[in-house]
């Protein structure tokens, strides 16, 4: 039996099975076919397949006639670029975006409209370079992000350590040519580089992200201008698309926990450092739960000392449980830390240890099912790879009330790493 003979429905699933550039040529065979394949619940279909729509859009969100009108739309949008990357591009956008929504909708807010073609062209002829495809397309799906004086909303997000803040935004194509020319010239290069400054932290702390429009490969810069890559480099790889899978990556982070949204002084922003294991080890003793990650700090990292300084800082968040701690037989509604014990590892060798009251000056109280007590700290190392583990001495009550004997809780061991994606 021929697709003529077909009945509608059978030849509805027939044609969302082929695709939409298979059903477009169906219906140049018969007026039957071209009224079936121009059905718009079919097209609809390719849309949420190949868009990730539900309602008919064109390519910057407005409004399409039909779910038809609006695949067209976006095909004649993006014809000068392979179909597979703009699904790809737009996939991670989508992503994103969903996210944020849930989680952070005032960094959502920040994202800027696509840019377009002319202003693309502008944006090279300016910095006299050529964007790789992939970057292209992430800016014609978003062009970065709208500054804000706060400097707390960046989409990549960052890290607090002592007074050094760390928060970073995508930049839109008009900073990225002024930080660019900026950048480039306090570090004495010639406007004929092909690196261009596409993200950087809106707060004091100086952390920029380069791309080297010639091979498409995202870097960052240490306090001694040393470019290290971002992304992994994949052997034989042409397909310049770093920066995009820079995003997808940080995507999967946000989507599947590994990083979140936090909140302090009642200002939310994006923490790079890791809340699930193994990234972030977690250990409960006596009712006190310690929770304790990294992330590396290229910005002021020196890898050209001898020894080199790796530096990473640390964030430690402990609580105590709803049902308090139990010690001897009795039950504490609250304790309170007294002591620290650190032993810290270079390639798995002991190259110190720590022992000392109190925690970045600090004696936390920590009261039955209260929210964590968060700090951070750092610590530099000499090699890629380091760890840290320790303990903290408790005690039951308060410093100026004890209700019993001190008691040893555990820091699982944390990784101190230079990760493949630096962020």
Not at 231 to 243: F, K, L, S
Not at 379 to 395: A, D, K, L, V, W
Request: aromatic share 10%.
């Amino acid at each position: 039996m021929g697709l003529e003979e077909a009945g509608d429905l059978v030849l509805h699933i027939i044609l969302s099975k082929i695709g939409p550039e298979n059903t477009a040529r169906v219906a140049c065979v018969s007026k039957r076919l071209k009224v079936s394949a121009s059905e718009d619940s079919l097209w609809s279909i390719f849309c949420s397949l190949d868009l990730n729509i539900s309602t008919p859009l064109g390519p910057h969100g407005d409004p399409s006639p039909s779910f038809k009108a609006a695949y067209q739309s976006c095909r004649e949008s993006f014809r000068m670029y392979p179909w597979h990357l703009v699904k790809r591009v737009r996939r991670c956008w989508d992503n994103l975006k969903l996210w944020l929504s849930l989680n952070f909708p005032e960094a959502e807010a920040t994202l800027r409209k696509g840019a377009t073609e002319e202003d693309l062209e502008e944006f090279e002829s300016a910095l006299k370079i050529k964007l790789p495809l992939p970057t292209r397309l992430l800016y014609r799906f978003v062009d970065g992000q709208e500054p804000r004086l706060d400097g707390s909303l960046g989409l990549i997000g960052g890290y607090s350590v002592y007074s050094h803040d760390v928060n970073v935004y995508l930049l839109p194509l008009k900073e990225v040519i002024r930080e660019t020319n900026e950048t480039m010239s306090d570090l004495g290069v010639s406007n004929g580089s092909n690196f261009i400054v596409v993200a950087a932290s809106a707060t004091a702390s100086l952390k920029m992200f380069f791309l080297d429009c010639s091979d498409g490969q995202l870097y960052t810069g240490t306090s001694t201008r040393q470019m290290l890559p971002c992304v992994p480099e994949i052997n034989g790889d042409q397909q310049q698309d770093a920066m995009l899978r820079w995003l997808e990556e940080h995507g999967r982070r946000l989507q599947s926990g590994v990083i979140k949204v936090r909140e302090e002084d009642n200002v939310k922003s994006i923490s790079l450092f890791p809340e699930v294991p193994p990234l972030c080890s977690v250990a409960v003793t006596n009712g006190v739960q310690v929770r304790a990650s990294s992330v590396f700090i290229p910005e002021v990292s020196n890898l050209r000392a001898q020894p080199p300084a790796y530096w990473y800082a640390y964030s430690i968040r402990m609580s105590l449980m709803p049902e308090g701690c139990f010690l001897n037989g009795r039950h504490h509604s609250s304790c309170q830390l007294y002591w620290r014990h650190w032993i810290i590892r270079a390639d798995d060798e002991v190259i110190d240890k720590v022992n000392g009251e109190a925690v970045i000056g600090k004696y936390p109280l920590l009261q039955a099912g209260e929210e964590e007590f968060v700090y951070e700290s750092c610590s530099n190392f000499p090699t890629t790879s380091g760890s840290i583990e320790g303990s903290f001495t408790f005690i039951p009550g308060s410093l100026k009330d004890p209700k019993g004997s001190q008691f040893e809780v555990k820091v699982e061991e944390f990784p101190l790493k230079l990760p493949d994606y630096i962020f």
